[in-house]
């Protein structure tokens, strides 16, 4: 039954371009300038989805961004498709697929339209009655619900799009171009304000720029005549820029606001090619105005979401501004005198308006006249009380209220239409308002919230602001701009105006039926099927708080966050509760004010781009050399080096061998390193360190351990004397951001009369981590001239040598246990000494080994790894570490918490080794110790931090933390896992070359 | 997202700064003279109030700053930011 219901011209449709498209697998045509909705209208489709719980068929109602009903499907059929998107912002272009959703099999035969008539049993919170019992169940229920829910579907391969971001900064920004925001942009700009003017749509001039109201005249002409000409003045101005199609998302304190400008959505395929879909604009400015506008409220009745029951203002819109007709009999339903705007619209255009009916007694507007002059029927003090006409409204069912509107009176009339427009009045869009923290209070008189107050650097005008009548709305304009911009004069504070001013409002919240509410259907939020009775049902059930009524009902927790019925919940409760609306309060708005698509949010920052990689300057010689990588922060660190087939564990253990045999090498770069100097390096070095450092001879190193102030392994590393006031202090690849951080915290905050100077070198500099018994050999190669003897060249001592012309300085210190010297070159010759080491070390076979390899090396040593085998709740005590403890010093960072009744305590956790029974078995990192396998319940008394299996002993070694762990030497423990426990005996930490012989061998 | 005036580098961004507590908790200079109790009031006790809370931040991601700032925590409205070792401003 296509059917074309484009009545006129319009100035905004181009009829010149006609557009293909397809809607549910069906062609049709619209024009360029038309939504899918308009374009759906045009061609008589009212039907465009399912109700989410009760799967009633829906209609499209509104023609903006608050539309709850008609949501679609984008590319329907592709892996990228796109759900949740409004008909009523979608653009058609050639090409454009666009489906139902939450229907199955079909928008017209919906399986799920049984819940429509099991509705009695499906109350305000079912799901959480019903599904939360038993709670093993819930998996079942969960996949039952999602498949009829059906919320759309999400994509199922990666964005292809672009998206940016964009920072803009601006002296006053300006949200909202209807007649308001586009004053208000031009007064900014005409004086000197760097303005940026934003609109959701794709024209200008919201919705004064259709309106052709005979009795809202600007200097005597159409306001729409007298603002287009407005419009076109703005391309003029300096200083004013204007994003069309771009919507504020979010509004955060300090005048920060996040908008989704779109850039492509509105094009067929081949233009959007290569283009950036979405920027999100970041935009910082000095003064806001909020020109938001308002939103039309619906009313609620029983059965007022059938297919055809439409906003009256959308009716409007529809035929202004798009010239098409929502139905060929239309019937308005209404609280105010807007509704009369919207039927005399209609009339003149030669719709045929049926009736209108009037919950108010009477009016004494100059439309009521000339609506009756038009012959058009007025049902005064009725309301309709039913409505038929399950895919599209055919009837609706009307009744004399009583003179408390409370209930009705007399018999039952029905009238048939194919459209009904509701108006109950407007509610200004203060979302973005509330999200940038402000309050709302309540006007008692008009039924609305409206902003508390203006600010300095922020005011909302035009019907956002509570102002709905043309010349109030002027006026005031002017008056606040001259206070807000600070300016003498505005532009337009002389035009005249003629203005046919709204006479009374008579509200109420949930109109009457002559059935008892416990058998009607009055929807209050459209898009989560939330009735009235379901309110009134939450607060019998003893709800008070207007956020937990919202949340039990699910009212307005819908992608369009309630814009419509959320007044109507509101009046709603209070009228039960006995309560007045504005001590009730608002439930708060949360950004973003209209959906996002992740894409815009994460812009570029996507793929290799989502974080930073550091690499080292010997990465290129890994990469050629086969290495496996590992991520350690942002580092990309090798991993093992496998030959041929090699699996992980066979290179592993083929490279911890080779280094303990002959020589291996590691890249060690990525450890932190800061530079340190001034008089009092050796003080600040005594402070952060639980050791002392005042007699560390120059050229020596020395092993520190660094506390946080409540007595917790924070850090460790080596940190070596360059001189009398100089030291390099290594850290741990992954805290050296925050060991810096926090020494000079300590010395900005704590110590600022300490003089000296710290400086990350961690990227200054390679270093080549030579290791093994033959390591001396390969060094003298490299460096012949350099006396390598113990005496010259201790262990924990260093050198600062010239390789090539390159000056390096070599520390001789070992994490493995072997004899080891650490070469630092400058990062850009880091991969010529790392490629002179391996050429040296060719004749003694030299490894390189990776990370993996380095931690069993170290493990079998009984070295820690801070955040490996600590947590942060382990003290050096509990490491067994007490050796690197000064009981001399006065004091150190930590130090007054390892005396607190707590860190003293004899039976807490401490470092211990432990080894299998079967020598084979390696453990599970992470694994829980008990004692006792027959207890119940088990008491945990620690778990395993590091497993490895030690080629090197042919055995499996772990460390662990176990509770009293020290005195349990010998004592045999178990860990249960799934299918076996494994029986261990504790041990000490150090499992290799205890008398430490090695280091010098 | 706050704007922070940084009293060494002027407005910049939330993002560029670290949050690093309350305020004006001097570390004692004699630790081991004090009760456990004394300890771990400076440890571990912070005040967390709604209303004007003096607070310490780090321009991290510029010039690494310590500095103070006096925050009303129920708005956000930053009242004041001052140097590091300068007296808080009067209410
Ligand atoms: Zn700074």
Same mark, same amino acid.
């Given at each position: 039954?296509?059917?074309?219901?484009?009545?006129?011209?319009?100035?905004?449709?181009?009829?010149?371009?006609?557009?293909?498209?397809?809607?549910?697998?069906?062609?049709?045509?619209?024009?360029?300038?038309?939504?899918?909705?308009?374009?759906?209208?045009?061609?008589?489709?009212?039907?465009?989805?399912?109700?989410?719980?009760?799967?009633?068929?829906?209609?499209?109602?509104?023609?903006?961004?608050?539309?709850?009903?008609?949501?679609?499907?984008?590319?329907?059929?592709?892996?990228?498709?796109?759900?949740?998107?409004?008909? &009523?912002?979608?653009?058609?272009?050639?090409?454009?697929?666009?489906?139902?959703?939450?229907?199955?099999?079909?928008?017209?035969?919906?399986?799920?339209?049984?819940?429509?008539?099991?509705?009695?049993?499906?109350?305000?919170?079912?799901?959480?009655?019903?599904?939360?019992?038993?709670?093993?169940?819930?998996?079942?229920?969960?996949?039952?619900?999602?498949?009829?829910?059906?919320?759309?579907?999400?994509?199922?391969?990666?964005?292809?799009?672009?998206?940016?971001?964009?920072?803009?900064?601006?002296?006053?920004?300006?949200?909202?171009?209807?007649?308001?925001? *586009?004053?208000?942009?031009?007064?900014?700009?005409?004086?000197?304000?760097?303005?940026?003017?934003?609109?959701?749509?794709?024209?200008?001039?919201?919705?004064?720029?259709?309106?052709?109201?005979?009795?809202?005249?600007?200097?005597?002409?159409?306001?729409?005549?007298?603002?287009?000409?407005?419009?076109?003045?703005?391309?003029?101005?300096?200083?004013?820029?204007?994003?069309?199609?771009?919507?504020?998302?979010?509004?955060?304190?300090?005048?920060?606001?996040?908008?989704?400008?779109?850039?492509?959505?509105?094009?067929?395929?081949?233009?959007?090619?290569?283009?950036?879909?979405?920027?999100?604009?970041?935009?910082?400015?000095?003064?806001?105005?909020?020109?938001?506008?308002?939103?039309?409220?619906?009313?609620?009745?029983?059965?007022?979401?059938?297919?055809?029951?439409?906003? =009256?203002?959308?009716?409007?819109?529809?035929?202004?501004?798009?010239?098409?007709?929502?139905?060929?009999?239309?019937?308005?339903?209404?609280?105010?005198?807007?509704?009369?705007?919207?039927?005399?619209?209609?009339?003149?255009?030669?719709?045929?308006?049926?009736?209108?009916?009037?919950?108010?007694?009477?009016?004494?507007?100059? *439309?009521?006249?000339?609506?009756?002059?038009?012959?058009?029927?007025?049902?005064?003090?009725?309301?309709?009380?039913?409505?038929?006409?399950?895919?599209?409204?055919?009837?609706?069912?009307?009744?004399?209220?009583?003179?408390?509107?409370?209930?009705?009176?007399?018999?039952?009339?029905?009238?048939?239409?194919?459209?009904?427009?509701?108006?109950?009045?407007?509610?200004?869009?203060?979302?973005?308002? &509330?999200?940038?923290?402000?309050?709302?209070?309540?006007?008692?008189?008009?039924?609305?919230?409206?902003?508390?107050?203006?600010?300095?650097?922020?005011?909302?005008?035009?019907?956002?602001?509570?102002?709905?009548?043309?010349?109030?709305?002027?006026?005031?304009?002017?008056?606040?701009?001259?206070?807000?911009?600070?300016?003498?004069?505005?532009?337009?504070?002389?035009?005249?105006?003629?203005?046919?001013?709204?006479?009374?409002?008579?509200?109420?919240?949930?109109?009457?039926?002559?059935?008892?509410?416990?058998?009607?259907?009055?929807?209050?939020?459209?898009?989560?099927?939330?009735?009235?009775?379901?309110?009134?049902?939450?607060?019998?059930?003893?709800?008070?708080?207007?956020?937990?009524?919202?949340?039990?009902?699910?009212?307005?927790?819908?992608?369009?966050?309630?814009?419509?019925?959320?007044?109507?919940?509101?009046?709603?409760?209070?009228?039960?509760?006995?309560?007045?609306?504005?001590?009730?309060?608002?439930?708060?708005?949360?950004?973003?004010?209209?959906?996002?698509?992740?894409?815009?949010?994460?812009?570029?920052?996507?793929?290799?781009?989502?974080?930073?990689?550091?690499?080292?300057?010997?990465?290129?010689?890994?990469?050629?050399?086969?290495?496996?990588?590992?991520?350690?922060?942002?580092?990309?660190?090798?991993?093992?080096?496998?030959?041929?087939?090699?699996?992980?564990?066979?290179?592993?253990?083929?490279?911890?061998?080779?280094?303990?045999?002959?020589?291996?090498?590691?890249?060690?770069?990525?450890?932190?390193?800061?530079?340190?100097?001034?008089?009092?390096?050796?003080?600040?070095?005594?402070?952060?360190?639980?050791?002392?450092?005042?007699?560390?001879?120059?050229?020596?190193?020395?092993?520190?351990?660094?506390?946080?102030?409540?007595?917790?392994?924070?850090?460790?590393?080596?940190?070596?004397?360059?001189?009398?006031?100089?030291?390099?202090?290594?850290?741990?690849?992954?805290?050296?951001?925050?060991?810096?951080?926090?020494?000079?915290?300590?010395?900005?905050? $704590?110590?600022?009369?300490?003089?000296?100077?710290?400086?990350?070198?961690?990227?200054?500099?390679?270093?080549?981590?030579?290791?093994?018994?033959?390591?001396?050999?390969?060094?003298?190669?490299?460096?012949?001239?350099?006396?390598? =003897?113990?005496?010259?060249?201790?262990?924990?001592?260093?050198?600062?040598?010239?390789?090539?012309?390159?000056?390096?300085?070599?520390?001789?210190?070992?994490?493995?246990?072997?004899? =080891?010297?650490?070469?630092?070159?400058?990062?850009?010759?880091?991969?010529?000494?790392?490629?002179?080491?391996?050429?040296?070390?060719? $004749?003694?076979?030299?490894?390189?080994?990776?990370?993996?390899?380095?931690?069993?090396?170290?493990?079998?040593?009984?070295?820690?790894?801070?955040?490996?085998? &600590?947590?942060?709740?382990?003290?050096?005590?509990?490491?067994?570490?007490?050796?690197?403890?000064?009981?001399?010093?006065?004091?150190?960072?930590?130090?007054?918490?390892?005396?607190?009744?707590?860190?003293?305590?004899?039976?807490?956790?401490?470092?211990?080794?432990?080894?299998?029974?079967?020598?084979?078995?390696?453990?599970?990192?992470?694994?829980?110790?008990?004692?006792?396998?027959?207890?119940?319940?088990?008491?945990?008394?620690?778990?395993?931090?590091?497993?490895?299996?030690?080629?090197?002993?042919?055995?499996?070694?772990?460390?662990?933390?176990?509770?009293?762990?020290?005195?349990?030497?010998?004592?045999?423990?178990?860990?249960?896992?799934?299918?076996?426990?494994?029986?261990?005996?504790?041990?000490?930490?150090?499992?290799?070359?205890?008398?430490?012989?090695?280091?010098?061998? | 997202?706050?704007?922070?005036?940084?009293?060494?580098?002027?407005?910049?961004?939330?993002?560029?700064?670290?949050?690093?507590?309350?305020?004006?908790?001097?570390?004692?200079?004699?630790?081991?003279?004090?009760?456990?109790?004394?300890?771990?009031?400076?440890?571990?006790?912070?005040?967390?109030?709604?209303?004007v809370q003096f607070e310490r931040w780090n321009h991290a991601h510029g010039c690494r700053k310590w500095f103070n700032m006096a925050r009303d925590t129920s708005n956000d409205e930053i009242k004041a930011i001052y140097k590091m070792g300068e007296k808080p401003p009067p209410q």
């Amino acid at each position: 039954m296509t059917k074309n219901l484009r009545v006129k011209s319009s100035e905004f449709i181009d009829e010149t371009s006609r557009i293909s498209f397809k809607f549910d697998g069906k062609t049709y045509y619209g024009f360029k300038g038309d939504t899918l909705a308009s374009a759906l209208l045009a061609n008589n489709v009212h039907l465009i989805g399912r109700s989410f719980k009760y799967h009633r068929p829906r209609g499209i109602m509104t023609s903006g961004s608050e539309e709850p009903n008609a949501i679609v499907q984008i590319n329907p059929n592709s892996n990228i498709t796109e759900p949740n998107a409004r008909a &009523t912002e979608i653009e058609i272009y050639e090409g454009l697929e666009a489906s139902s959703q939450n229907c199955w099999p079909s928008v017209n035969f919906d399986i799920g339209g049984i819940n429509n008539f099991l509705s009695p049993f499906l109350p305000a919170g079912f799901y959480y009655k019903t599904f939360m019992w038993p709670k093993s169940f819930w998996e079942k229920y969960e996949f039952f619900i999602r498949h009829s829910a059906g919320l759309g579907k999400s994509p199922t391969t990666k964005d292809p799009d672009i998206y940016d971001h964009r920072n803009i900064h601006c002296d006053v920004l300006v949200v909202g171009a209807g007649i308001s925001g *586009i004053l208000a942009a031009k007064n900014a700009a005409k004086n000197n304000y760097k303005t940026l003017l934003l609109d959701e749509k794709n024209e200008l001039g919201g919705s004064t720029i259709f309106e052709t109201n005979e009795n809202k005249k600007i200097n005597n002409t159409f306001s729409s005549e007298w603002l287009k000409k407005e419009i076109s003045e703005l391309k003029n101005i300096k200083n004013l820029e204007i994003k069309t199609r771009t919507s504020v998302a979010a509004y955060h304190q300090y005048n920060y606001l996040l908008a989704r400008e779109n850039l492509t959505d509105h094009l067929e395929k081949k233009d959007k090619k290569n283009k950036i879909r979405q920027r999100l604009l970041k935009i910082r400015a000095k003064k806001v105005i909020l020109a938001t506008g308002a939103l039309e409220r619906p009313l609620v009745f029983n059965n007022n979401d059938r297919p055809g029951i439409m906003l =009256s203002s959308a009716v409007k819109k529809y035929s202004d501004f798009y010239g098409v007709a929502c139905g060929v009999k239309n019937i308005f339903f209404t609280n105010n005198d807007t509704a009369y705007e919207s039927a005399l619209s209609l009339h003149n255009k030669g719709i045929k308006v049926a009736a209108i009916i009037d919950i108010r007694e009477n009016s004494d507007a100059k *439309i009521i006249k000339k609506t009756n002059d038009a012959g058009i029927k007025i049902y005064w003090s009725h309301t309709i009380v039913d409505t038929s006409g399950y895919k599209r409204l055919s009837d609706v069912s009307i009744m004399k209220l009583s003179n408390d509107g409370m209930s009705v009176t007399g018999s039952k009339t029905s009238i048939s239409c194919d459209c009904l427009g509701i108006a109950g009045g407007w509610t200004p869009a203060v979302h973005l308002y &509330t999200q940038s923290g402000n309050k709302l209070t309540f006007d008692e008189d008009r039924n609305v919230f409206v902003p508390k107050a203006d600010n300095s650097a922020q005011i909302c005008v035009g019907s956002c602001g509570g102002d709905f009548e043309l010349d109030e709305i002027i006026k005031n304009l002017s008056n606040k701009l001259k206070n807000f911009l600070n300016i003498s004069q505005t532009d337009f504070e002389d035009i005249s105006l003629e203005n046919d001013k709204e006479t009374s409002k008579r509200n109420i919240w949930l109109l009457p039926s002559d059935k008892p509410t416990g058998k009607t259907k009055p929807f209050v939020d459209y898009q989560n099927d939330a009735t009235a009775k379901d309110i009134k049902l939450a607060l019998r059930e003893g709800f008070r708080s207007i956020e937990h009524v919202k949340r039990y009902t699910t009212t307005g927790m819908g992608t369009d966050q309630g814009k419509l019925g959320n007044m109507h919940a509101l009046g709603i409760i209070a009228d039960t509760a006995g309560v007045k609306m504005g001590e009730l309060g608002t439930t708060t708005f949360r950004p973003p004010y209209t959906p996002l698509t992740f894409g815009t949010i994460v812009g570029r920052n996507v793929g290799e781009f989502f974080d930073t990689f550091r690499r080292t300057p010997m990465n290129d010689w890994h990469i050629k050399n086969k290495a496996e990588f590992e991520n350690v922060g942002q580092w990309k660190r090798a991993w093992y080096y496998p030959i041929n087939d090699e699996t992980m564990h066979q290179a592993v253990q083929r490279e911890s061998k080779a280094a303990r045999k002959s020589a291996g090498i590691l890249d060690a770069s990525t450890l932190g390193k800061i530079d340190i100097q001034g008089s009092d390096a050796s003080e600040f070095l005594n402070r952060v360190y639980t050791n002392a450092w005042s007699k560390l001879a120059i050229g020596k190193c020395r092993y520190g351990l660094m506390l946080n102030e409540d007595g917790m392994v924070f850090d460790d590393g080596v940190t070596t004397r360059l001189g009398e006031n100089h030291y390099i202090m290594t850290t741990t690849t992954g805290g050296a951001a925050n060991v810096l951080s926090k020494l000079e915290d300590y010395l900005q905050t $704590e110590w600022p009369e300490l003089d000296l100077y710290l400086t990350s070198v961690t990227d200054h500099f390679a270093t080549a981590s030579l290791c093994g018994p033959n390591s001396k050999k390969i060094l003298n190669k490299i460096i012949p001239e350099l006396d390598l =003897s113990d005496e010259n060249f201790p262990h924990m001592s260093f050198k600062e040598v010239t390789i090539d012309k390159i000056k390096c300085r070599i520390m001789r210190i070992s994490f493995t246990g072997e004899q =080891s010297y650490e070469i630092n070159a400058p990062a850009s010759f880091g991969e010529a000494i790392w490629e002179k080491c391996i050429e040296a070390g060719k $004749e003694f076979d030299i490894t390189p080994y990776g990370t993996e390899t380095m931690h069993l090396l170290r493990a079998e040593k009984g070295f820690i790894i801070v955040g490996q085998d &600590t947590d942060g709740t382990m003290t050096p005590i509990d490491l067994q570490m007490d050796w690197i403890v000064s009981k001399k010093k006065y004091d150190f960072i930590g130090k007054r918490s390892l005396y607190r009744s707590d860190t003293m305590k004899e039976n807490r956790k401490q470092l211990v080794g432990l080894l299998t029974e079967d020598p084979n078995i390696v453990l599970e990192e992470g694994a829980q110790i008990v004692s006792e396998l027959n207890q119940k319940p088990v008491e945990m008394l620690g778990h395993v931090t590091s497993s490895y299996f030690s080629p090197n002993l042919n055995k499996s070694i772990a460390l662990a933390v176990v509770r009293d762990g020290k005195n349990m030497r010998g004592k045999k423990l178990f860990i249960p896992m799934e299918n076996k426990n494994i029986s261990v005996t504790v041990s000490s930490t150090i499992f290799f070359d205890e008398e430490n012989k090695r280091i010098n061998a | 997202m706050f704007l922070i005036n940084c009293p060494y580098c002027g407005e910049r961004d939330q993002q560029e700064f670290k949050a690093g507590g309350e305020a004006h908790i001097e570390r004692p200079k004699q630790p081991t003279e004090l009760s456990d109790d004394q300890w771990a009031e400076y440890l571990f006790m912070r005040k967390n109030i709604k209303g004007v809370q003096f607070e310490r931040w780090n321009h991290a991601h510029g010039c690494r700053k310590w500095f103070n700032m006096a925050r009303d925590t129920s708005n956000d409205e930053i009242k004041a930011i001052y140097k590091m070792g300068e007296k808080p401003p009067p209410q």
